[in-house]
C-alpha cells in the first residue's frame, strides 16, 4: 500500500446504532467464532496503543451510493474502499500473514531462543518492546515505524545466541529461513561478542585443543559427505542429456527415453542373478564336449548359431550334473558317501531357481515401480496450483554456470508451454452430424487397422508353417533369417499404415492420439508375439524331437532381437534422417518432422518382451538387451537431435511413464511368465541337451532334490516341508493372492475415501470463503451506519433551532 491508512476503533455508540435493525458484530450471535476473536483482540491492541478515534468525512456520493450496506464501496478502479478499521481487520487474517519479512523472522527465533534458554534473569517477552515480540500481523501496515526496527532484532537476538551452548545455536541458525550471509554474519557476531566478553575472564570462553579438533574432523566429514553427493548425482547415467531432451523437446519425448533407461535397470537386475549363479558357475566348470566345435565364420552374430552353441550362450551347454564334490575319492578307488559329499552344487536345481528367484525379483520391482508411477502420476488432489508452482518455484537459485542456467531456462519454457497447452485444451459442442461423422470415420478406421493386423497375423503363420515344413539344414544356416525378417517388415510397415491412417480421425487432444496409436501397434505386436509362442512351443517341439529344441527356440529369439535391432537403425536412418533430408530440400518445408513416441516405444517393449521369452533358452539374452538399449539411447538421441522437432502441439505426458509401465507389467510381463511357466511345468525336456534331459518336466528337478533332502538326515528335514506344503500345496497360492486382492481393494478404497475427504475440504473451504465475505461486509456495513449517524449528528449540530422546527413542521 503507498500510504498508511488511519485506524478508527474508539467509535461511540449512538441511540441509532442501538435501536437499528442491524446490530453490531460484537452482539451478533451469528458471527464467526474467530472473527469474534479477532474483533476483541484487535480492540485491546489499541486500546493499549493509545489509539484515538479519527474522523473518517466519506464524500457525498459515496455515502449516496451505500445501498443496503452489504456490499463493499468500490474506489475508483473497481477495488472496494472499505473504512480503516475494516482494513484493519482484514490485515489481521491469517491469509494477510502468510508472508514474513526478515523482521518477523528475527523475532520469532529470538522468541525460539528465549523459551529455549528459560533463564529467569532474562526479562520476559511481554516487557520487551513490541517491535521485538514476535507477532507477524500487521507487519506491512508500518503503524509505527521505529517499532519495527531490524537492528533491535537483531541485537537481541544475537545476544540470544550467545546464551546457547554450540550445538543449539548451530541448529537455531541452521533452520532460520535466512539468506547463507545473514546467517554467517550471526554467526560471526556471536562468536565475536561471546570472545570480547569472555575474555577477560581467562581461557575458559575459548575452546579447547580437542574440542577444536573434534569440530574440525567433524566439519571434513560434512565436506566430503557433500563432495561424494554431488559426485554421486554426476554419475547418473545420462543426467545432462536427460534434461537437455526435456527442455528442447517436452516431457512426452523425455518420456521415451525415461523408459528406456527403466528398461536398462531391469535388464541389470536380470542379468545378475544369471551371471552369478548360472553363467559363472558353469563357466569355472565347462563340461566334457560333446563333439566337435564348428569354426567361427561371423553367421554367428546374425543367425546365432554355429560355434555359439557350444558356448554358454545358450541352454543346452549347461549339464546336468553336480559341478563340485566337497569331497576327494578314497584311494581305493572308492565314491564319496553321501554324508561326506553333503549337498553338492545341483546344476538342475541352480538353474530352475534361479530362473523362479530373478523372475520374482523382476515382478516384485516392476510391480513397485507400476504403483509408485501411479502414485506420482494420478495424485490424490488438485494441479490448479502448477502453473503458480511452475513460474515462482521451479527455478534452482544454486545453478550459477552459463550452459545449466540456459538448460534449465528452456525445461521451464517448455513446461510452461505444456501446461498452458493442456489448460486450453477444450473440445467445442458437435453437431449431430458432426458427431456422427467422427464416429463412422473412428469405426471405419479401427476396421481397416484390426484387418491391417489379422493380415499381419495370418502372414506369420502361414510362413511359420512353411519353414517347418521346409527345414534347413546346416550348410544353409542363413536361411534361418527368412522368419525373423518377415516378422520385422511386418513390424516396422504396420506402424507407418496406422500413423497414415490416423490422420484421418483427427483427434483434438494430442495425448489420445498417442494412446491410440500405442494400442494399435500393442495389439500388432502381441498377436504376433503369440502366434510364434504357438509356433515354437507347439510346432518346433514336436518337428525337433531328435535334436535340442531348447536351443533352436533360444536361436530365434535372438535371430529376432539382432533383426529388430538393425530394422530399428535402418528406421532411424531413414525413416527420419531422409525423410528430414527430402522435406527440407525437396519439398521445402521449413519444419522437421516429429518424434514418434508410439512406434517406439512399442519397439522398447517388443523388445523386452523377447527378451523375457528367451531367458529360459538363452541366460545371456539380457546382456545382449543392455548393449541395445545402450547403443539404442545414443543413436536415438542423436537422431532426434538432429532429425527432429518438438511436438507442433505441445501437451503434458504427466501419465505416460504410467502408462508405459503398465503396458510392461500386464501384456508383456504377464504373457512371457505365461509361457515359461507352460515350458516348465507341461514341456518335456529334451533328451540329449540342458540340465533337464532326464526328466519329464523341468519342474520334476525340485521333486527330485526334495527326494535327495529326505534322505540326507533331519537336520534339513524342514526344506522337504516348506516344499510338499508352500510350494506343491496349492492353499498358500490361494491365500497370497486373496490377501494381494484385499491389499489392491483397501488401496482403491482408501484412495476413494481420501478423494471423498478433499471434495468436502474444497467444499468447506469454499464456504468459510463465503463465510468471510459476508462477515467483512456486514463489518462494513456497520461501521459505515455509525459514520453516516455521526455525520447526521455534526449536521444537527450546526443547523440553527429554527431550521429545525421548520423541518419539523413540514414532516
Not at 523482521?103 to 523459551?115: D, F, P, W
Not at 575474555?199 to 585443543?209: M, N
Not at 533360444?554 to 533383426?563: C, D, F, N
Not at 504373457?671 to 515350458?679: N, P, V
Amino acid at each position: 500500500m503507498a500510504q498508511t491508512p488511519a485506524f478508527i476503533f474508539n467509535v461511540p455508540e449512538t441511540p441509532e446504532d442501538q435501536g437499528s435493525q442491524e446490530p453490531s458484530p460484537y452482539d451478533e450471535s451469528e458471527v464467526h467464532h474467530s472473527f469474534h476473536q479477532l474483533i476483541q483482540e484487535q480492540s485491546q491492541w489499541a486500546a493499549e496503543e493509545g489509539l484515538e478515534l479519527q474522523q473518517r468525512v466519506p464524500e457525498a456520493d459515496t455515502l449516496g451510493a451505500s445501498g443496503s450496506g452489504h456490499q463493499a464501496f468500490l474506489g475508483p478502479e473497481g477495488v472496494p474502499d472499505y473504512s480503516t478499521a475494516t482494513l484493519r481487520i482484514l490485515a489481521s487474517m491469517p491469509s494477510r500473514t502468510i508472508g514474513r519479512s526478515r523482521g518477523a523472522i528475527l523475532s520469532q527465533y529470538y522468541n525460539r531462543t528465549v523459551r529455549l534458554r528459560r533463564r529467569s534473569s532474562r526479562p520476559q517477552l511481554r516487557g520487551v518492546g513490541r517491535s521485538a515480540r514476535p507477532s507477524l500481523r500487521l507487519y506491512d501496515l508500518e503503524l509505527d515505524p521505529m517499532a519495527f526496527q531490524e537492528e533491535e532484532k537483531r541485537i537481541l537476538l544475537v545476544k540470544e545466541l550467545q546464551g546457547l551452548t554450540v550445538a543449539q545455536r548451530d541448529h537455531m541458525l541452521r533452520g532460520m529461513p535466512l539468506s547463507l550471509a545473514e546467517k554467517r554474519s550471526l554467526r560471526e557476531d556471536s562468536w565475536i561478542q561471546k570472545g570480547k566478553q569472555r575474555g577477560p575472564q581467562g581461557r575458559r570462553g575459548l575452546f579447547s585443543c580437542c574440542s577444536r579438533l573434534r569440530y574440525a574432523c567433524v566439519l571434513a566429514l560434512h565436506n566430503l559427505g557433500l563432495v561424494l553427493l554431488s559426485g554421486l548425482q554426476a554419475l547418473t547415467p545420462w543426467r545432462y542429456a536427460l534434461k537437455q531432451i526435456g527442455g528442447q523437446f517436452g516431457s512426452s519425448v523425455l518420456s521415451y527415453f525415461l523408459f528406456l533407461k527403466t528398461l536398462l535397470a531391469f535388464n541389470a537386475l536380470l542379468l545378475l542373478p544369471l551371471l552369478a549363479f548360472i553363467v559363472g558357475v558353469q563357466a569355472a566348470f565347462p563340461p566334457a564336449p560333446s563333439g566337435s566345435v564348428p569354426a567361427f565364420t561371423g553367421l554367428e552374430l546374425l543367425t546365432g548359431g554355429g560355434s555359439f552353441s557350444h558356448t554358454v550362450m545358450y541352454y543346452g551347454y549347461y549339464s546336468n550334473a553336480t559341478l563340485n564334490q566337497p569331497c576327494s575319492p578314497p584311494l581305493d578307488g572308492g565314491q564319496c558317501t553321501p554324508e561326506a559329499g553333503g549337498l553338492p552344487y545341483n546344476m538342475p536345481l541352480a538353474y530352475l531357481f534361479t530362473m523362479g528367484v530373478a523372475f520374482f525379483i523382476t515382478c516384485i520391482t516392476l510391480v513397485y515401480s507400476m504403483s509408485h508411477s501411479f502414485g506420482e502420476s494420478y495424485r490424490v488432489g488438485s494441479t490448479s496450483g502448477v502453473h503458480a508452482i511452475t513460474v515462482f518455484c521451479s527455478w534452482d537459485y544454486k545453478v550459477t554456470q552459463k550452459w545449466p542456467s540456459r538448460l534449465q531456462q528452456d525445461n521451464i519454457r517448455t513446461q510452461l508451454k505444456e501446461l498452458l497447452a493442456e489448460w486450453q485444451l477444450q473440445q467445442g459442442p458437435q453437431s449431430v452430424w458432426g458427431r456422427l461423422r467422427q464416429v463412422a470415420v473412428l469405426g471405419l478406421v479401427w476396421l481397416l487397422c484390426l484387418g491391417t493386423t489379422l493380415g499381419c497375423t495370418m502372414a506369420v503363420y502361414a510362413f511359420s508353417e512353411l519353414m517347418i515344413k521346409s527345414p534347413v539344414s546346416a550348410e544353409r544356416e542363413w536361411e534361418l533369417l527368412a522368419l525373423p525378417l518377415v516378422v520385422c517388415l511386418l513390424n516396422l510397415g504396420a506402424p507407418y499404415l496406422y500413423r497414415c491412417l490416423a490422420a484421418l480421425e483427427r483427434h483434438d487432444s494430442p495425448m489420445l492420439e498417442v494412446y491410440v496409436a500405442i494400442c494399435r501397434n500393442l495389439i500388432l505386436k502381441m498377436v504376433i508375439l503369440a502366434i510364434l509362442c504357438y509356433h515354437w512351443l507347439g510346432r518346433r517341439v514336436g518337428a525337433l524331437k531328435d535334436q535340442c529344441w531348447e536351443n533352436f527356440v533360444g536361436q530365434e529369439l535372438y535371430r529376432l532381437m539382432v533383426m529388430d535391432f538393425i530394422f530399428m537403425l535402418l528406421d532411424t536412418l531413414f525413416g527420419e534422417l531422409v525423410w528430414r533430408l527430402i522435406s527440407e530440400r525437396k519439398l521445402k518445408r521449413k519444419g522437421k518432422p516429429e518424434f514418434d513416441i508410439a512406434r517406439n516405444v512399442l519397439e522398447l517393449i517388443y523388445g523386452q518382451t523377447l527378451t523375457w521369452l528367451g531367458v529360459l533358452f538363452a541366460p545371456l539374452l539380457p546382456a545382449m538387451q543392455i548393449v541395445k538399449l545402450l547403443f539404442l539411447f545414443y543413436v536415438k538421441k542423436t537422431s532426434l537431435v538432429a532429425n527432429c522437432r518438438a511436438p507442433r502441439r505441445p501437451w503434458l505426458a504427466s501419465h505416460m511413464s504410467t502408462v508405459f509401465i503398465s503396458l510392461l507389467c500386464f501384456p508383456s510381463f504377464l504373457g512371457a511368465a505365461i509361457f515359461l511357466c507352460y515350458a516348465i511345468w507341461q514341456v518335456k525336456p529334451s533328451s540329449i541337451c540342458g540340465p533337464f534331459r532326464t526328466l519329464n518336466t523341468m519342474y520334476e528337478a525340485g521333486k527330485v532334490w526334495v527326494r535327495h533332502l529326505e534322505k540326507a538326515g533331519p537336520k534339513v528335514s524342514w526344506l522337504p516341508w516348506i516344499h510338499r506344503y508352500l510350494v506343491e500345496n496349492t492353499f498358500p497360492i490361494y491365500l497370497v493372492s486373496a490377501v494381494l486382492l484385499a491389499v489392491i481393494y483397501l488401496n482403491i478404497q482408501v484412495v476413494k475415501g481420501q478423494r471423498k475427504v478433499i471434495c468436502l475440504l474444497r467444499e468447506q473451504i469454499s464456504n468459510e470463503g463465503e463465510d468471510k465475505i459476508f462477515l467483512i461486509n456486514k463489518l462494513h456495513s456497520v461501521y459505515e451506519r455509525k459514520e453516516r449517524s455521526r455525520v447526521g449528528r455534526a449536521h444537527e449540530a450546526e443547523t440553527p433551532p429554527t431550521l429545525l422546527a421548520d423541518e419539523q413542521d413540514a414532516r
